[in-house]
């Protein structure tokens, strides 16, 4: 026989030596060889496990980076968004139009926050939507390729292409009809990206203008589908926590692998577009304001229960972890965080876990988790400032840090690496602060785990702009729609 390369070693089908391996004979027998065959040396199999092994770490590296790019974002948006890859390159701003500034509409302002760009931290495009609606809050489709902006006034629905041109959103429509094709509600509080479709909690109705009012969807394309009232003494829809049902609504948050859907209340139209002295000074009027939380059959979007939490739940945040099934609110006026949680029997609780600000109350009104469910960054109305608790025990938050943001402090964003923090001012155009206190944005701030430092700020007055609400994130790079609270 020929000699063969040090690398490889002959054998004998019958030989029960020169490294005998029965298991390999029995293989090679199966195969009805029984003759001489070559098989690769010790060294050289240990060479190739070795060449194996790198090529798995490699993929399993590939795949760890790929999810890393999949979770950036901003860390308060729908698990079904598509998500932006690596860092946010602009930032959406729906700014509520001021009579006194500029042309005194609603616009949308793209901030160019890349980092290096010529024209980083500045403003890149403005557009007007040439009337004043009371501009809220927004969100995208599940696709990344439009933004729908509410306005709570006029409740309207503007609609916006973010995908063939992210520095330069352009207006595609409005929808103008939304009282009508809802069947009465009033006040779309802003647009959650759901499969093929949009969610949008309302906040009041066209009966009486009380806070009673439903959830809304829309297809993509802007066609109407359904329309979900929420329950009421009068119609509990078979919830348990029947007597807690006020109907009143104002966030709406899925979490997916838990077939849930929450939601918060806040008031109607006859209170949040009348001024805020007014409101405060009427018995009344107080208490036409949401007390309750309710928790819904995503699926089947059937409510399941009523959760008394008193004071005017406002945002939703789920948490993100996977073996996480909590979620964290703040009430307005009574300026206290509560957690709605699964207990160790599988049913859903809420209950209060913490004070913000201490006594006299601060108005918290914004709240943003950090993605590793560890932070929690709180934005109170009352005094300008955002608490920042530890949240790493749920039950029972921690405040770490605060700092002063402006005379009054609203919105907040952060970015999936917790790295940047960007704020915003403006509450209501009623509810508001004096001119001189409130606009403007300081729109990007850095964290480093133990304090806030600013990096830049925009004067929207100055740049006669408007008044700054909610914040977006914006991107060239854009992966496709998945599921991230199901990873």
């Not at 701003?93 to 006194?100: A, F, I, P, S």
């Not at 969807?217 to 009232?229: A, C, F, K, P, Q």
């Not at 409510?303 to 939703?316: C, M, N, S, T, W």
């Not at 850095?446 to 830049?456: Q, Y």
């Amino acid at each position: 026989m020929n000699k063969l390369p040090a690398l490889f070693h002959t054998r004998h089908c019958s030989s029960e030596s020169w490294d005998a391996d029965v298991s390999y004979d029995n293989i090679r027998a199966l195969l009805g060889d029984s003759g001489c065959v070559v098989r690769p040396s010790k060294a050289a199999r240990r060479a190739a496990s070795i060449l194996n092994l790198i090529r798995i770490l490699l993929v399993l590296l590939a795949l760890i980076l790929a999810m890393a790019d999949v979770r950036a974002d901003e860390t308060c948006s729908s698990p079904y968004l598509a998500r932006i890859e690596g860092q946010e390159e602009f930032l959406y701003v729906w700014t509520l139009g001021d009579e006194e500034v500029g042309d005194g509409s609603d616009k949308l302002v793209t901030i160019d926050v890349k980092p290096g760009s010529p024209t980083y931290g500045k403003v890149v495009q403005m557009h007007s939507v040439g009337s004043r609606n009371e501009a809220h809050h927004g969100g995208f489709t599940d696709d990344r390729r439009q933004l729908w902006l509410a306005g709570l006034d006029s409740s309207k629905l503007f609609i916006y292409d973010v995908y063939t041109d992210p520095a330069k959103p352009r207006f595609v429509k409005s929808i103008d009809d939304f009282v009508e094709k809802s069947g009465g509600a009033v006040g779309p509080h802003g647009a959650y990206a759901l499969p093929g479709r949009v969610l949008i909690p309302a906040l009041s109705n066209s009966q009486d203008k009380t806070g009673r009012t439903a959830l809304v969807e829309y297809s993509n394309d802007g066609d109407y589908i359904v329309t979900h009232w929420l329950p009421t003494k009068a119609n509990p829809q078979g919830v348990s926590g029947a007597e807690f049902a006020d109907g009143y609504g104002y966030d709406a948050r899925v979490l997916p692998r838990k077939n849930v859907l929450l939601t918060s209340s806040f008031t109607g139209w006859k209170n949040y577009m009348n001024e805020f002295a007014k409101v405060a000074a009427d018995p009344e009027a107080v208490k036409q304001t949401g007390n309750s939380m309710v928790l819904w059959n995503f699926h089947t979007r059937q409510p399941r229960k009523v959760f008394q939490v008193p004071g005017a739940p406002l945002e939703i945040r789920w948490a993100w972890g996977e073996n996480h099934t909590y979620a964290f609110t703040a009430t307005a006026l009574g300026s206290k965080l509560w957690l709605a949680y699964e207990d160790e029997k599988g049913e859903w609780q809420a209950k209060e876990v913490a004070t913000i600000g201490g006594k006299g109350g601060v108005l918290p009104v914004d709240i943003s988790l950090s993605a590793d469910d560890k932070t929690l960054f709180v934005d109170c109305f009352g005094d300008g400032k955002v608490r920042v608790f530890d949240v790493s025990n749920p039950h029972q938050p921690r405040q770490i840090h605060e700092r002063e943001i402006g005379k009054q402090l609203n919105m907040v964003s952060q970015s999936w690496d917790g790295k940047r923090l960007y704020f915003s001012s403006s509450l209501l155009a009623r509810w508001d602060k004096g001119a001189d206190e409130l606009l403007v944005i300081r729109s990007a701030f850095a964290w480093d785990g133990k304090e806030l430092k600013p990096t830049f700020s925009l004067d929207f007055t100055a740049l006669k702009l408007g008044r700054p609400h909610q914040m977006l994130f914006g991107s060239s790079a854009v992966a496709k729609p998945t599921v991230v609270a199901q990873q």
